[in-house]
């Protein structure tokens, strides 16, 4: 039984997953850069909840690069 074939190169939920990992990525940087500036501050618990807002958009942003190579 052949396989289905899988969705074309252009197709739209290609196009919305390489959206949504450059969105990712870009939290990932914004929320690095807060960190950054909060560390400065000396707001630490600022610093802390930037820190783990970046790293929760880091693993949304992989999630959404394997879909935009599959």
């Known amino acids: ?11 739209p939920s290609q196009l919305l997953a390489r959206l949504g990992m450059a969105l990712g990525a870009f939290a990932v940087f914004t929320c690095g850069w807060l960190s950054m500036r909060a560390m400065q501050s000396g707001d630490w618990l600022r610093a802390v909840l930037f820190t783990f807002l970046a790293m929760a958009s880091a693993v949304i942003a992989s ?3 394997r879909r935009a190579r599959s």
């Open 1 to 11: 039984m052949p396989t289905p074939p899988g969705p074309r190169p252009g197709a």
């Open 63 to 65: 999630a959404f690069s």
